[in-house]
């Protein structure tokens, strides 16, 4: 009896700890819940990290608006822990942390044009990702084509540090939850579909999932969706033709100048100046016949017929 109490003594500590530590979880958190920290209110999160070898800066807070910095939050949802909820109409990203409670992050979201809604699942995450542009993309922007067999991963990558891939009824849209070096476009509406974080958030939100989340897209009043909505990629930008030039009309009777050209000399093969060519003289008016004078008779004087001859 005494070496039994013993050892439940000796399990004690652990047994506490165990205790302990289930404290600390939410009762509703299902099996996909993170056992990351909670971000903690007026904590400055966006500081300077290294990742990888690669440098991520800090980023000046108080440019971010509080309502898209991360935090938790009260939210009202019905649904599981580990779900994503993405509101368009708020730019806001809700990842559902325990019962009507979630971690909100300010996301920049898809351009007029650009909005889809409805649901998929995170098929799968990659860190610092190489990003290749859909052709759809290339033939709007052909400034992309540089990059047509994909740009590797690193700090001016539009994908940024991390990219969670959706799939819907498991077929790839191309959609992403991603980083982004713009941060200053996060809370607008901005992208060409994908959901944009900030570097550090996306990187907070990727050391949560494990893979099989279910997103949710809200739809762009802030609905939720009552299917999956694609939207048709606009048509690239045709360049418009050159307007040919308008024929030169010459008005009747009129007779374009001439110019005339240097002839180039026989003797030397330098050019000489032509010679001077002179206005046709005006017809001479035509002159009334000279009077006829009678023949002389007799020889003449001084060349004059004497009078009276």
Known sequence: MLQ????????????????????CVD????????TQPMPKAGENVYVATMDAGIQIPALPVEKIPETHRRQVVAYETDQPVGTIIINPK???????????????????????????????IVSDKRAWPT??????????????????????????????????????????????????????????????????????????????????????????????????FIPKPPAPKVAAKPKAAAPVVVPAGAVPALKVLPTPSIATGTPVAAPAVAPAAAPAAATAPAATEAACTVALVNGACPPGN
């Open 4 to 23: 039994t109490s013993r050892r439940l003594f000796r399990l004690t500590p652990a047994l506490l700890a165990v205790a302990l530590l289930a404290a």
């Open 27 to 34: 009762p509703a958190a299902g099996p996909t819940a993170s």
């Open 90 to 120: 708020t730019r806001l990203l809700y990842y559902v942390v325990g019962r009507n409670k979630a971690i909100r992050y300010g996301i920049s979201v898809g351009r007029a044009g650009f909005e889809w809604s409805g649901e998929a």
């Open 131 to 228: 990003w290749t542009p859909p052709k759809e993309m290339i033939a709007r922007d052909p400034k992309l084509a540089k990059w047509e067999n994909g740009q590797p991963g690193g700090p001016t990558n539009p994908l940024g540090a991390r990219a969670i891939y959706l799939t819907s009824g498991g077929k790839d849209y191309g959609y992403r939850i991603h980083g982004t070096p713009e941060w200053q476009s996060i809370g607008r509406n901005a992208s060409s579909g994908c959901i944009r974080m900030i570097n550090q958030d996306v990187m907070d939100l990727y050391s949560r999932l494990t893979g099989g989340e279910k997103v949710i897209v809200l739809t762009a009043a802030g609905e939720m969706p009552k299917g999956l």
